[in-house]
């Protein structure tokens, strides 16, 4: 039995029965009773409260899957129910008393509802008003106001539309709406002008090279500072360069092998009437991370923003070294925390580098001991190591500790899941056979930028092998480091290579100790 090919997110919930041979003859709708992400609700269903369904939906229109469809959810208080039906949670764009649902998640419930029905051969929707029919809500079988008073009315009208569509004789296609981002992410078919922002469409972004590629890939925070720098300087931003696909990188000349425009988090701009300089320096104060000023006639007057996580400022090809651009505030010194001070922000500094799982003690002094952690730690970050807790590493910190808590310190099952969605392998969050088999070889050597590079470097950073640094896609020295470092405490050859199918996988999936 499959599941819906409209997803862009998954997650499976250990709140669900495995069923063997179930089959879906029904289709159960609920609210969220709030504006949760797909994500959010995702994480709800992972938590102490036993409940789940097979599939959510985000006001954004973006539809995550919880519970395979093979197996029963905890939706509807009714076992009898929900072993037979696939059930939906839909986001509220509005609180009590109207619960509304967005248009965009409207339509994203009509298209998935048709999709459920084809695959499970469900002829017809047949909405009778009570548990009897094949549509049915929660509070059928429970005292709730479930789907609540903007839903519920709908559903006869529900079951019209998706009637209407299966008696059309050619299956609908149902394209993915491009404008919503996946994972971050734009995915958009190059040379199909998608509007991603206000003043920019997807096409700006396309990679330059001809008959190379088909898909564009735009980080969605890359188009939030672009239509920041237009709305701010009230000019038009021309888009000389983003999006590059690995094929046309090649091609590029001193292009970085590593060149963030591979991977759509880059985009070479300039401003209308507007001087480079100028445009740096906003770009600096909104936070951007990654910036290049090319400012001269050789270089072309333009500049380079993008979206990696800590801080590379640079001047024109020669990659010369710029400390700031103007952008930034003064520093304080007296706000800089380094060895002798102590206090309750230097507590405050400790408890957060403990989090991170650096072992040090809380004792509110900043000793040796708490240098030579910040100094690990600025290393670890890929920024200066000086042992000085200042703005650089303060935001570095403050990264950290968020991606840790949004990960919920990226668990074993979000690794394997992550994997066996790169690989191929059925996504059940389950090391198995299968998932072993299709696995590849990864080292400095072999498939240095492969996509499953991010997923094992998160990993080895959840499993205290925090010398592999940022998860930047790269297995580089830093990746080596720590791949021979668990080899070598778990008594395995310390080659630095985790090889297809072999012990390292093993390890990394959890299958041996």
Request: net charge positive; hydrophobic share 30%.
């Amino acid at each position: 039995m499959s599941n819906s090919s409209l997803i862009c997110y998954t997650k499976l919930s250990p709140n669900c029965t495995k069923m063997t041979n179930k089959i879906n003859k029904k289709i159960t709708i609920h609210h969220m009773a709030g504006n949760c992400s797909i994500e959010t609700c995702a994480n709800v269903f992972q938590g102490s409260r036993k409940a789940s369904s097979n599939y959510g939906i985000g006001s954004d229109g973006r539809i995550g899957l919880y519970v395979n469809e093979c197996d029963r959810a905890w939706t509807s208080s009714s076992s009898a129910n929900d072993s037979q039906a696939v059930t939906i949670e839909v986001a509220n764009n509005s609180g009590a008393p109207n619960w509304t649902v967005s248009d965009k998640a409207y339509a994203s419930l009509l298209n998935l509802c048709e999709d459920i029905c084809r695959r499970n051969k469900i002829t017809e929707i047949n909405f009778t008003g009570d548990k009897s029919g094949n549509l049915t809500m929660h509070n059928y079988f429970a005292n709730t106001l479930c789907p609540g008073p903007y839903l519920e009315p709908r559903f006869k009208n529900i079951a019209k539309e998706i009637n209407k569509r299966l008696k059309n004789e050619q299956v609908q296609v149902v394209e993915r709406d491009e404008s919503i981002p996946v994972e971050g992410f734009y995915r958009c078919t190059k040379g199909k002008a998608t509007q991603l922002a206000k003043n920019f469409k997807s096409t700006e972004f396309d990679c330059n090279g001809d008959n190379c590629c088909k898909e564009t890939i735009i980080d969605v925070n890359l188009v939030k500072f672009l239509q920041n720098i237009r709305t701010h300087f009230g000019k038009s931003v021309n888009i000389t360069n983003a999006y590059r696909c690995p094929a046309h990188n090649a091609k590029v000349a001193n292009a970085s092998k590593q060149s963030k425009h591979m991977y759509g988090m880059a985009a070479d701009i300039k401003v209308k009437d507007v001087a480079p300089a100028e445009v740096a320096k906003y770009a600096e104060s909104i936070g951007v991370l990654g910036i290049g000023l090319y400012d001269t006639d050789k270089d072309g007057h333009f500049v380079h923003i993008d979206t990696r996580p800590t801080k590379a400022f640079w001047f024109g090809h020669a990659q010369e070294y710029r400390a700031t651009f103007g952008g930034g505030n003064e520093t304080d010194l007296d706000t800089l925390l380094n060895r002798g001070d102590k206090g309750d922000r230097v507590r405050k500094l400790q408890q957060d580098l403990k989090e991170l799982g650096y072992k040090l003690a809380v004792d509110g002094s900043f000793g040796a001991k708490t240098e030579e952690v910040v100094k690990q730690f600025q290393f670890d970050m890929g920024i200066t190591k000086d042992g000085v807790v200042g703005p650089t590493t303060e935001s570095a910190l403050a990264r950290a500790l968020e991606a840790k808590r949004e990960d919920g310190e990226y668990g074993l099952d979000d690794f394997i899941l992550d994997v066996q969605k790169i690989i191929g392998a059925e996504p059940d969050g389950k090391a198995g056979p299968e998932t072993l088999s299709k696995t590849i070889t990864v080292s400095s050597k072999i498939n240095k930028h492969h996509p499953i590079v991010v997923p094992i470097q998160k990993r080895l950073a959840a499993m205290g092998y925090t010398e592999v640094g940022d998860a930047d896609g790269s297995a580089g020295s830093k990746f080596t480091k720590a791949v021979k470092r668990l080899q070598k405490e778990r008594g395995k050859r310390q080659d630095g290579e985790i090889t297809k199918g072999q012990t390292t996988w093993k390890l990394l999936l959890g299958m041996i100790k």
